[in-house]
C-alpha cells in the first residue's frame, strides 16, 4: 500500500456516512413497522404537495439535456481537448446499461406492461386501447426522462472533473456556486448524502430482486422461496462483488457488463425469434410513435382536474426512483465517459440506451400481453398481481425451450446484480476517497460487503419497504442540489463559450519561420517525423530559452509568471488572481508513424513505429498543432499570441 493510497482516504466522508448507514440501519431493522409508517407518511406528503415539483424538475431536465446536445456546447470534450475516450463504444454502452438500467429490465419487462394493461390510469381494462395504453405509459417510465436524469448527473461530474481537474464527486458540481467551499464542510456534507442514498439505493434493490432469484432457481431446481435462501443469494452476490470489485473495473466491472450485454442480446433475439415476430416489429414502430406523439402531455399530466392515485403510485415512484439512484449510476458513468464530447456523450447515453429498453419493453411487454389479450392466458396476470418477480418466468414458460430460457434468465439477473453491487461499491468508494478509484482494497471490500450486510438485515427484519421509500423521498433534497449543480454548469459552459470566442482572433497559429527562411527549409521542417530524444532536445535548447525570457519579462511588468518542467515538457503559468490563469505548455506527444515514411524511427517506448510532436497545451488541453523546428523568436511569439487571445476572453467575461 502506497502512501498515496493511504492518505486519499476522506475520513470526515468516511466516518460520518457510515455512522448514518448504521443508524438508519439500525431503526428500519429494530422498528420497521414504525420506519415504514413515518417514510410512507413522508413520501405521500411529498406526492400530495411536491409531485408538481418532480414533474417539473424532470421536464426541465429532459429540456435542458436535449439542448445541451444540440448546441454549440456539444463540442466540448470532457476532458482536455487532445484527450480519447477511455473505453470503445460497445464497452461504454455496457456498463452503462449493466448500472443504469439492466435489472430492472429483468424485473418489470413483462410485469409492468402487464399492470397496466390490467389496470390502465384512464383506458378500460381489457381492451386494445389498454394494450396501447399500457406501452405507451411503460415507454414513458423508462425512456428519455429515465436517461436524461442519469445523462446530466454523469454530465455535470464528468465535466468537472475532467475539464476542471476537480474530484470526481458530487461536490465538484456546486464548485461554480461556492467555490473552494466545496473542500471544506458543505462539500463533505453533499458527499456524505451522496454515500447513504447509493448504499440504500443499491441495498434495496438486492434485497427486493433476490426473490427474483429465488423464484427462477425454484421454478429451475425447486429452491423454494423463502427468506432464508433469499439471504443465501445475496451473500452469494455479495461474495461475487467483492471479487469482482477487487479486481478492478478494467477486468471484473467491464468483463462482467460486456458478458451480460452479450446474454441481454441472446435472450432478446431469442423471445423475439419464438414470439409474434412479425407483430413484434409493427409493435415497436408504432409504440414509439404514440410514445413520442403523447410525450408531452404525459410529461406535464398530474390529474389535476380528475384525481387520481396512479400518479404517485406510478410517475411520482419512478421520477423519485430515479433520483434517488442519480448519484450513484451518474457517477459511474462519469467515471467510464472521459474524452467524449457533450455531444457524443448525450447521444450514447439517451438514445442509445433507450432504444434497446423501448425495444426489450416491446418484445416482452407486448407478447406478454399478447398471451393475455389474444390467447387467454389470464393465468399469467393473475401471477404477476400476486408477485411481480415471478412474472418473467411464468411468462418464459409459453415458449419453446423454457427451461433454457428461465436459466439464461437467472444467469443475467445474478450477474446484473453482481454489477450493480461491485459498481456501486466502486462509486460509495470514490466519494470516500475525494474522487480517486486508486484505493486500497479494504476500501472497496468494505463497501461492497456493507450493502450485502444491509441489503440481508433489513431482509430479514422486515425494513426493506421503509428502506424504499426512504430512498425515494430522498430524491426531494436532491433535486435541489441538481438545479443548482445545473445552474454552475451553465455558467462554466458560458466560459468555455467565451474562451472560444476569443481564440477566434488570429486563428490560425504562427507558422513558426521568419520570411527570410527558405521554402526547402520549411518544407523539411513540415514533413519531418523526429524521433523523443529530438524533440526533447529542442525542448530543452529552444522551447526552455524561449519560456525563460517570457517569464523574465512577465516578471519585469510585474505580473506573476513561472514556469515549469514535467517528463512530458515545459508549462509557462501566469496568475491573473481570482480570474483566469494563462497556462501555455510545450508537451512531448507521440503518434504513430506516416506511411508516406519509408525510414525506420527509433521508438523509445514500445515497438510500434511512431514519431513524436512538440505539441502546444493550453489550459483547455493539447491544441493540435506542432511547433518542433521552430526558433525562440517564434516559440515566443506564439506565446505571445496565445496569451493576447486570453487577455481578449479576460476581457469578454468581464
Known sequence: MTGSEKSSLNKWVFISSSAIIITLLAYTALLPKQADAFFTLTQTAIVDNGSWFYVLTVAFILSFVIFLGL????????????????????????????AGMGIGLMFFGVAEPLMHYLSPPTAEAGTVEAVREAMKMTFFHWGFHAWSIYAIVALVLAYFSYRQNLPLTLRSALYPLIGERIFGWPGHLVDVFAVVSTVFGVATSLGLGASQVNAGLDYLFGFEVNMTNQVIIMAAITLFAVISVATGLEKGIKRLSETNMILAVALLILVFILGPTVFLL??????????????????????????????GGWTIFYWGWWLA???????????????????????????????????????????????????????IGDMVNKDASVALFVFLEHFPFASVLSMLSVLMIVIFFVTSCDSGAMVVDMLCSHGENNTPLWQRVYWALSIGVVAAILSLAGGLNALQTMTIASALPFSFVLILAIIGLIKALRVEAV????????????????????????????????????????????????????VTEFSHNQLCASMEKTFQGITLTVKHGEEHDFVYGVIASRHVQPEFVTDDIENETDNEQSYYRAEVHLVEGGQDYDIMGWSKTAVINDIIDQYHKHLHFLHLLR
Open 71 to 98: 448546441s454549440r456546447y456539444g463540442d466540448i470534450r470532457l476532458g482536455p481537448d487532445h484527450s480519447l475516450p477511455d473505453y470503445s463504444l460497445t464497452t461504454w454502452l455496457s456498463m452503462l446499461f449493466a
Open 282 to 311: 409493427q409493435a415497436y414502430l408504432q409504440n414509439i410513435g404514440d410514445y413520442l406523439a403523447d410525450i408531452v402531455h404525459h410529461t406535464f399530466n398530474l390529474f389535476a382536474y380528475k384525481k387520481n392515485e396512479w400518479l
Open 325 to 379: 439512484w442519480a448519484p450513484f449510476v451518474g457517477l459511474f458513468i462519469a467515471r467510464i465517459s472521459r474524452g467524449r464530447t457533450i455531444r457524443e456523450f448525450i447521444l450514447g447515453v439517451m438514445l442509445i440506451p433507450t432504444m434497446f429498453t423501448l425495444l426489450w419493453m416491446t418484445v416482452f411487454g407486448n407478447s406478454a400481453i399478447e398471451l393475455v389479450f389474444n390467447q387467454g392466458f389470464t393465468s
Open 499 to 550: 474562451k472560444q470566442d476569443s481564440l477566434q482572433i488570429n486563428a490560425m497559429p504562427n507558422t513558426g519561420h521568419e520570411s527570410h527562411d527558405s521554402w526547402q527549409a520549411r518544407l523539411k521542417n513540415i514533413i519531418d517525423v523526429p524521433n523523443k530524444t529530438n524533440v526533447n532536445k529542442f525542448i530543452s535548447t529552444i522551447a526552455t530559452p524561449a519560456f525563460e525570457s517570457v
